[in-house]
């Protein structure tokens, strides 16, 4: 991880590519055989129009980079704030006489604004004050208390840019005419369940001003780096603000590939500042919840007696920020990675894949091991959820506690 950009350059091998990064730039070359080539860095600075620059957007060039995140939402690294998927809800808002480029949340409910700049604009020296006016106008919406008023307009402002006739709006069939609502129920496949505890720590963020801030630009220099720095000296806990640097380069054969980088490089800090202000779910809030719950007495006793001996294969319980506590085993292997989650009040088992991306034979091996039961595969077959997150209701996942344990067991703490 790179701590000083300022004295040092570092050469990086991507399968054949490689890339040179320096303080103002990254030259990217192409590997192939014993020869290194470098590819054509992409300008979003050209006479081309971009998709929908008709409107609010006042830069085309710009409007071409919040497309490409928009169209690639991979590109923010919300696994470093503790989430798996990003997903954008609206292009330009309305917000009093502010149009924030692009409102996001991440499946577990965070809310982000970025907003995009590119460095030959003129005006890229405010773009800090902008963004934190944005995020300024979100609060002034959240102190509308009385019956949900300011939740209810932001909802609203939402649904209100995602019907926009714009060919940029019209043509996502993921935003057009879509609310919140819809957007993330779409997301998580029809769990409802799923959406609405994200629909609810939404809510919680937008009411606490609690917001991640994205700066997006195509070069990240000295003085936004110095001012990065301070906003988070200053607001860091509730605002956390960062540049996420993205660039596109054209291959030998026309291909394309994009190269992004963000600062602060490492963003633990950042995320530590953050999650200090987060309510988080302990063991007390956990048997609170768990005191509520309308478990039968028999599937009460499954409960506890899954919990039992989950705890004696796992080095501690880690617990969720959700609506709905639930306790996550930890892992020595693989650390704060999620691989279930054991809801209290509900009773539900969630199964996580996603998590462990940086592991793939240990997410094959936990995969092909579950599924070595045909009547828990056939039960996984038809679960709602993505294929890296699979919920079950008690009923369902209870006959097979013990094949579950046995397999935590076998591919997390004997091999």
């Known amino acids: 991880?790179?701590?000083?950009?300022?004295?040092?350059?570092?050469?990086?091998?991507?399968?054949?590519?490689?890339?040179?990064?320096?303080?103002?730039?990254?030259?990217?070359?192409?590997?192939?055989?014993?020869?290194?080539?470098?590819?054509?860095?992409?300008?979003?600075?050209?006479?081309?129009?971009?998709?929908?620059?008709?409107?609010?957007?006042?830069?085309?060039?710009?409007?071409?980079?919040?497309?490409?995140?928009?169209?690639?939402?991979?590109?923010?690294?919300?696994?470093?704030?503790?989430?798996?998927?990003?997903?954008?809800?609206?292009?330009?808002?309305?917000?009093?006489?502010?149009?924030?480029?692009?409102?996001?949340?991440?499946?577990?409910?965070?809310?982000?604004?970025?907003?995009?700049?590119?460095?030959?604009?003129s005006d890229k020296k405010t773009v800090r004050s902008q963004i934190k006016e944005y995020a300024f106008g979100l609060r002034k919406l959240a102190k509308k208390l009385t019956d949900d008023k300011g939740w209810q307009e932001f909802l609203d402002l939402i649904k209100d840019a995602n019907d926009s006739d714009s060919d940029d709006v019209k043509r996502r069939k993921n935003l057009h005419g879509k609310s919140l609502d819809e957007i993330l129920l779409n997301n998580f496949n029809g769990d409802t369940q799923r959406s609405q505890e994200c629909l609810q720590n939404i809510k919680r963020n937008f009411e606490d001003g609690t917001i991640i801030l994205i700066i997006a630009i195509d070069k990240i220099r000295r003085n936004l780096r110095t001012s990065i720095?301070?906003?988070?000296?200053?607001?860091?806990?509730?605002?956390?603000?960062?540049?996420?640097?993205?660039?596109?380069?054209?291959?030998?054969?026309?291909?394309?590939?994009?190269?992004?980088?963000?600062?602060?490089?490492?963003?633990?800090?950042?995320?530590?500042?953050?999650?200090?202000?987060?309510?988080?779910?302990?063991?007390n809030r956990f048997d609170n919840a768990y005191s509520k719950t309308t478990l039968s007495e028999e599937q009460k006793i499954n409960f506890e007696n899954f919990k039992t001996e989950l705890n004696k294969i796992c080095i501690k319980f880690n617990y969720n920020t959700g609506v709905d506590p639930a306790l996550k085993p930890h892992f020595e292997e693989i650390g704060n990675r999620e691989l279930i989650?054991?809801?209290?009040?509900?009773?539900?088992?969630?199964?996580?894949?996603?998590?462990?991306?940086?592991?793939?034979d240990k997410q094959k091996k936990y995969r092909e091991e579950l599924e070595k039961n045909e009547d828990f595969k056939k039960l996984m077959d038809n679960r709602l959820g993505t294929g890296y997150y699979l919920k079950f209701k008690p009923e369902e996942w209870m006959p097979f506690s013990h094949h579950i344990l046995s397999v935590l067991k076998k591919v997390f703490v004997d091999e």
Request: charged share 30%.
């Open 341 to 360: 989650k054991l809801f209290a009040t509900s009773g539900n088992l969630e199964i996580v894949f996603e998590t462990l991306h940086k592991w793939p």
């Open 229 to 283: 720095d301070g906003e988070n000296e200053l607001d860091g806990k509730i605002l956390p603000i960062f540049a996420l640097e993205v660039n596109e380069y054209t291959t030998k054969k026309d291909g394309t590939i994009i190269i992004s980088s963000t600062y602060p490089f490492d963003l633990d800090d950042l995320v530590d500042k953050k999650d200090a202000t987060v309510i988080k779910n302990d063991q």
């Open 1 to 121: 991880m790179l701590k000083n950009r300022l004295n040092f350059s570092k050469t990086y091998f991507l399968k054949k590519l490689e890339f040179v990064l320096t303080e103002d730039s990254v030259t990217v070359f192409e590997k192939e055989n014993d020869e290194i080539i470098p590819l054509t860095k992409k300008s979003f600075s050209d006479k081309s129009q971009a998709d929908g620059s008709k409107g609010k957007h006042s830069d085309v060039n710009e409007l071409k980079l919040e497309n490409l995140i928009i169209d690639n939402p991979k590109l923010i690294p919300v696994e470093r704030f503790n989430a798996s998927k990003w997903i954008p809800v609206a292009k330009q808002i309305t917000l009093e006489d502010h149009f924030p480029d692009t409102i996001g949340v991440d499946d577990i409910g965070q809310l982000y604004i970025i907003e995009n700049k590119l460095d030959k604009n």
